[in-house]
């Protein structure tokens, strides 16, 4: 652990969201025995941020396990709700998104009221003086370096999707799932299925985001078992800005579904908020760092890192990844 500085307080918050979950006591007592300061629990409710993580069932048994106090982090939209959820678990700390929260002030003085010390979460293109006015009622500033929502930023695709030369059926698929670790995100792509294929699908393949390549109707979106996000296959500037408030991948537009190495022109995305876009199409190792700019999400590559249709070039793998990362 490093040495604490003369006006400085270093502390160590490792997230349960990298632990395994099969062995959640074992690692969380590791991680309290090896000397952390907090146990940082991320929450996620499948709207603020696309993924779902742990309730307080889960929390209360990290609770139990840990010798250290919990540093819980909320990334939701009902920000009041979640605080009276944990509260009885007695954090150290709870933490929100300024990003969300119409009254900041009043739900920081509504934590610390609950004998919590309350803490505000920046997400990396948000302005620090937005929350200026704040820093006299809080106790922590949590600044994310990547956007919220998964563990990592770490995404698998499998394409459900009988034409395409990936096509991988959801038996093959859970035969890789079993094996990644449980902070990639594993996505299922879908195209013109009904909501119980996609669900069965799912629940088959283990897969835990579920990704919509056409224009499916609200009913079909409702009735999805597992968190779901649109494609948006841009023909024009316009289309790039639709269903702005959710999470969304943007594709450029082709008659054919998947993987054709087209790209979208970036001048369409000069100006807009990008934190909630997954940009795919026509990317790279040659061109992935030009996209960082902007801002985006995530970057979504398929055929820009492929030896042959379906077929991955270990090697373009490796450097789109150096490239994306910046």
Request: hydrophobic fraction near 45%; glycine fraction near 6%.
């Amino acid at each position: 652990m490093p040495k604490k500085r003369k006006g400085t307080i270093m502390l160590v918050a490792p997230s349960i969201l990298s632990a395994d979950f099969g062995n959640l006591a074992r690692d969380v007592s590791a991680i309290c025995d090896a000397g952390c300061d907090l146990v940082h629990v991320d929450v996620m409710d499948g709207h603020f941020v696309p993924n779902l993580t742990i309730g307080p069932v889960v929390v209360s048994a990290v609770a139990k396990a840990a010798t250290k106090p919990l540093d819980i982090h909320l990334m939701v939209e009902n920000n009041t709700f979640f605080v009276d959820l944990f509260a009885p678990l007695k954090p150290e700390y709870i933490s929100f998104h300024i990003e969300e929260e119409k009254h900041p002030h009043r739900l920081a003085q509504y934590i610390r009221s609950l004998g919590i010390k309350p803490a505000i979460v920046l997400n990396p293109h948000t302005p620090p003086e937005s929350i200026e006015f704040l820093l006299p009622h809080i106790d922590m500033v949590l600044v994310m370096s990547v956007n919220p929502g998964f563990g990592g930023q770490k995404f698998i695709g499998f394409v459900f999707y009988p034409p395409s030369p990936r096509f991988i059926t959801p038996e093959a698929a859970a035969q890789i799932i079993r094996r990644l670790p449980p902070f990639v995100e594993k996505v299922g792509l879908f195209v013109n299925e009904e909501a119980s294929a996609i669900n069965a699908a799912a629940k088959r393949s283990g897969i835990t985001l579920a990704q919509i390549h056409f224009e499916a109707p609200d009913a079909l979106l409702e009735a999805l078992e597992c968190p779901y996000i649109r494609v948006i296959r841009a023909q024009t500037p316009n289309d790039v800005t639709a269903h702005a408030d959710e999470y969304r991948l943007v594709d450029a537009y082709c008659e054919a579904y998947g993987g054709m190495g087209k790209r979208l022109n970036l001048e369409w995305f000069e100006g807009i908020d990008c934190s909630r876009i997954i940009l795919a199409g026509g990317l790279t190792p040659e061109n992935a760092q030009e996209c960082l700019a902007y801002g985006f999400y995530a970057l979504d590559v398929s055929s820009g890192v492929e030896a042959a249709k379906g077929i991955k070039d270990s090697e373009k793998v490796h450097a789109f990844i150096k490239k994306a990362k910046g």
